[in-house]
């Protein structure tokens, strides 16, 4: 339909060279053309937060950027975080307090949560429940997943003031 | 880890793969050369389709073809799976719409392009000429003409028993309500996909995307599609939420095989929201016009009840199932002794609807306990003491209630539900928070608890399959024709064969939803799963145990009887040195080649087990709210949800699907709503405005999981735990916005949105 554009994409350290269209979206690209599906989409719509991805250390609604804005920055998914044998202190977190049932919203809830860690480890409670407000799951009801996320922001306070002491 | 397996809150086998973006969703399964299908969809809500232009549609580049009913025209409707009732069968849907429309939504044409984007372009130029005809809204209405002499009534539930009329003539007091329940959904996070292909190598045609009951889908479409059941076969990858909706035969799903066959190339569908939302199936909308019929100590003599069902605008797979279960549920935890029934079930011009988690039950235990709170108000009995007068003993079980559904009579198994009322009391100290909320509501806040009883059902046959196999290297495969939703499926059907065959779970591979694995299989639905599956887990496990250890004392040298398994280890019984043999070298040495030659080789079995009845789990919801005058927003303080299900396979599983399930019954109590136009136009077609909870509406829950009452039904005494989280919160939530706003009976209508709950401050 319209001209296609060369860009190179940045996932989790690795280039790829690809041929877009102006109007597609991140979340297209990562998964299709990049090929990393475990960034997933619910809505399209900028509700769901199941497409969260952090570019250049931030959150980000990956089906509401195109592409081409994210071209030569630095994108972060799923799959960057631990492997199945050797999974992350997030990653364990939601496995031993069950804060997952289907995990299609699980990918955007630990992009969400690894940025705003990243950016605010003093996060309170209550402020960490709203930025868990900002994406959705329909299966486990929140409450694990609040759980998961508080136990390792607790343990991250504690390593620090661990390593500061 | 072996031994105990069962009752332990281990972690999931399912997690790895689904923490690290390894999971396989449906929008994640790609073929070479694959199209791209989009359907056109009505626009109009009633209209006569007059013609369709796919002209500008079909010169867009890269598109493959375009078709319109006439090119599936050997397509038959889709059938139904369960509930066949008769007169329904002329109220099925095409794939494509032929020659009317009936709702905003309905596939119309489906454009096949090489590339998504294209697909969607291109269905924007379809051309729909249709002729606007007033659209049928309301199910309570006088019916209308689906069809020349074709009626929007097609079918009534009708359901009975005892002597009602005399039970009316003899009441001291007769209570009557009427109450309606609003139209909402699952509403899965990943929306439906399918992906078929055809492999002409083999002349098997696949159905990729797949969910919830592959066997059954598997056989519809061959027959559908006249090819051989062998021909076709589905695959389950993973599932991102099912709740009833999902893994139905759809109309898509039809296409796309359709497609692949006729391209000779796989086509691939994903649906978006804004489609699932008007496409896929809604849910719960009745009205109840309920009487009922008490004597002076608020002990129930008879309920009558009419009500009617809004099943949109075609019948689908369910049938009559949603009506059928409200009626054959209603009665609940309570005697009951006379009952009717009536349930009409009508056409709208609205998407058609199927179940959704604790159909028919969330609707008919709103209007039961409406009904209790009622009496309570009414002769002035507390609301927990009427429920203890009607409730069936724990002596009286199994309790036979005169009436069936799903096929089967219903034979409550087992329960002691003044017990767990006592329980549930108790956990959350109702004196005491009666006293707070009494002080409170003197202190000017409209604060309030409210109580709902509920009898859920689970494990429906009649029948599961399983398959054990230990390979060589001691690894265990277990395959079952039962499907995941994302349940934890694997997890406790890996507990319950690592426990009876002593293998540590995280050594079991469970492969469920692959048509190609196993000949039958009934999928996942009606919390039948652990269950069914699991006892014939256990029937197999059992087997090849036997197996195993009969083998080794021949090793061995030792006598069976003083064998055990222990860690995928054929040891000694309480000796813990001392010969020994793995799992994997019985399995070579019952390899068909060993010498000697085995009896029977391979170190595996088949378990079937059948059932007539289904397990009846029962609950207890309570809810403390606090209401905002001002916003008429409900806050939710407290909930506890108690819920009896005879043993828990995984106690952490069972609390994240009772957690899981009472968020989306707070939705549909407070916040969900497909909510139409009066040109039949639907409004909520994005999250932004159908509203599902988030973690800032979802409070904390209180769990307690009981085991007084094991089902007689099977060896473990296991009952299905997934739908009783959401079975009674409307019910709830309605009893303690009422105590809240001082007013009983105030709340009639689900949900309980601020503007309703504003409207109801404003009359009080
Ligand atoms: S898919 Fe991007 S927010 Fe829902
Ligand atoms: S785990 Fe299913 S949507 Fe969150």
Redo the contacts between chains.
Sequence with gaps: ?SDKRDITLTVNNRSYSIRV?P??TLVDAI?EDCG??????????G??G?CTVLVDGAPVRACLMFAVQAANKEIR???G????DN?NPL?RA???H?A????????GF?MLVTGVLEREPDIGDDEL??V???????????????KAVRAVAHDMRQARSNASA | MSGKLIGRSVTRLEDPPLLTGAGRFAADVSFPHQLHMRIVRSSYAHARLLAINTKQARALPGVYAVWTAGDVAHVPPIDFRLTRVDGLEHYRQHVLATDRLRYVGEPVAAVFADDPYVAEDAADLVEVDAEELTPLLRADQEPGEFAPARRTEPAIVHKEYGDVDAAFRAAHTVITLDLAIGRHSGVPLETRGAIARHDRARDVLELHGAAKVPHWNRDQIARMLGRAPASVQLYEGHVGGGFGIRGELYPEDLLVCVAALAFGRPVKWIEDRREHLIAANHSRQQTHHVHAAVDAAGRILAIDNAFFHDQGAYVRTHAATVPDLAAAMLPGPYRVPAYRAVGHIRLTNKTPCGTYRAPGRFESTFVRERVLDAIAAQLKIDPIEVRRRNLIGASEMPFRRPLDTLGTEIVLDSGDYARLLDRTLKAIQWDGVRQQLEARRRAGEFVGAGIALFVEKSGLGPFDQVHVTVDTSGAVEVVTGAASVGQGVETVIAQICGEVLGVNYTKIRVVHGQTDRIAHGLGAFASRVTVMTGEATRIAASKVRAKAIETAAELLQAPADALDIVDGRVVRAGVAVGPSIALGDIARALAPTANPRPREPGLSAEGWFHANHMTYPYGVHVAVVAIDRDTGAVGVERYLVAYDIGRAVNPMLVEGQIVGGFVQGLGGALFEEFLYDERGEPICVTFADYLMPSAREAPRTEVLITEDAPSPLNALGVKGAGEGGANAVGAALAAAIDDAIGRPGAVTQLPITPRRLRELLRES
């Design positions: 339909m269209e109007r597609r998964r990393q599906t475990g960034t997933h989409i619910g809505c399209e719509h509700v769901c199941a998914t799923v799959e975080l631990g492997s199945v999974l990653q939601f496995m031993e069950h997952l049932q289907c995990g299609f919203c699980t990918p630990l429940i709203d868990l407000a900002s994406n959705l799951c329909r299966c486990t009801g929140y409450q694990n997943i609040i």
